[in-house]
């Protein structure tokens, strides 16, 4: 795990702090800007949604955002 010193705040699950611990900068207008909104409107809490199931469509398009060609996944590694 990240819990050693110096490590907690990336201890987490939300994307858009570890973005900006990583000195990552998305501008509206970057190609990579509509996958990245779908990636991150993505909650662990969507895991365990009480009753209200995650569509197949919701599915798809966060995994063709964020591991897809041309995702966001793919951006990070050239990025980085």
Known sequence: MCRQKG???L???DLIRIAELAGI???PM???APKWKV???WSRHHMYANGSAVT???LDDLYTAS???EGVLQW???KL
Request: no cysteine.
């Open 39 to 41: 990636v991150i409107q």
């Open 7 to 9: 490590w907690d705040a």
């Open 30 to 32: 970057d190609a990579i």
């Open 25 to 27: 900068s998305i501008q």
């Open 76 to 78: 990070l590694e050239e």
């Open 67 to 69: 591991l897809g060609a």
């Open 11 to 13: 201890y987490t699950h």
């Open 56 to 58: 197949d469509r919701v």
